[in-house]
Nanobody, 125 residues
Framework: AQLVESGGGLVQPGGSLRLSCAAS????????VGWYRQAPGKEREGVSC????????YYVDSVKGRFTISRDNAKNTVYLQMNSLKPEDTAIYYC???????????????????WGRGAQVTVSS
């Protein structure tokens, strides 16, 4: 089982990026999916998640209204659309997949079983 992120890069403040996370070796549609990020010198932070059952979504307050998580089960892929990016969004972004408790009333780190290696997002002028 493997998750591979793509789509990271350098973008100016106010710009947009879309991260993709492709799964192989398992069916992503059966799992809750999430995105985490880790900035230099900071702990890993849950950004967003989506349930497998009814596609309920959760977002950390700092990205609400700017980021959107989505999934394409036919492509076995989850996405994170990031708009109005700010320098404080600079981090390595990781996708993850887990059981139902991973995305239940919030983003729950302990219940994510599969992790990607991360994609660097840098927001700078």
């Amino acid at each position: 089982a493997q998750l591979v992120e793509s789509g990271g890069g350098l973008v100016q403040p106010g710009g947009s990026l879309r991260l993709s996370c492709a799964a192989s070796g398992f069916t992503l549609g059966y799992y809750a999916v999430g995105w985490y990020r880790q900035a230099p010198g900071k702990e890993r932070e849950g950004v967003s998640c989506m349930t497998s059952s009814d596609s309920t979504t959760y977002y950390v307050d700092s990205v609400k209204g700017r980021f959107t998580i989505s999934r394409d089960n036919a492509k076995n892929t989850v996405y994170l659309q990031m708009n109005s990016l700010k320098p404080e969004d600079t981090a390595i972004y990781y996708c993850a997949a887990g059981g139902p408790h991973a995305c239940r009333q919030g983003i729950n780190y302990d219940y994510f079983d599969y992790w990607g290696r991360g994609a660097q997002v840098t927001v700078s002028s």
